[in-house]
């Protein structure tokens, strides 16, 4: 009897953890990141230092002084790398590149990841259509980023060839739009 009471407590806990994630889901119109609810009416700063996949790239952000202009009123395209991405660098760059001294190559990696419009993943997928297969997209650090697409999943290719993966797209904020990646996109040397 014990037994099958604490089976329905569980099952009863579980359907109402799905429950509260479906009605956040719904009322956030967004998808979760990091394990955390993003929100549309913050900002991109405020939403990501929420995601437990972003504590490096917060921690670049704040290193390399642009809280404040992420802050702002945009519109930003900011295609965020996981800390899984930063891993992926070789051992001791994200120590290295976090340091003061190092500030303004920091800036320039970071804001190669940011593009000055709202850009949604169906727009971004049409941009590629228009340009057969393959749109440059401009970026606020000058750095010039090649996006393609094979179904739903958008590939973004760095002045260096390095490919990243927008792993999920659309995450909506009040100054803009986060598509998540999985790779750190670098500038040409």
Do not use: W
Request: aromatic share 4%.
């Amino acid at each position: 009897m014990t037994f099958a009471k604490t089976t329905l407590t569980a099952v009863a806990l579980a359907v109402t953890t799905t429950f509260a994630f479906a009605e956040s889901h719904a009322e956030t119109g967004n998808p979760m990141v990091g394990g955390a609810a993003m929100f549309a009416d913050k900002n991109i700063v405020e939403n990501a230092v929420n995601s437990a996949d972003h504590t490096t790239l917060v921690a670049a952000v704040k290193a390399a002084g642009l809280v404040d202009t992420l802050m702002g009123e945009g519109p930003f395209t900011v295609f965020a790398p996981t800390n899984a991405a930063f891993d992926k660098l070789a051992g001791g760059t994200v120590e290295t590149l976090l340091k003061p001294e190092n500030k303004d190559q920091l800036t320039k990696i970071l804001t190669c990841h940011v593009v000055s419009a709202d850009a949604m993943s169906m727009a971004i997928k049409g941009m590629i259509d228009d340009d057969n297969g393959k749109h440059p997209v401009p970026t606020v650090g000058g750095c010039t980023l090649q996006a393609t697409y094979s179904g739903d999943e958008i590939t973004l290719e760095d002045e260096r060839g390095r490919m990243a993966k927008v792993t999920i797209a659309d995450v909506k904020q009040s100054n803009g739009v986060i598509h998540v990646i999985d790779t750190v996109l670098l500038p040409a040397m």
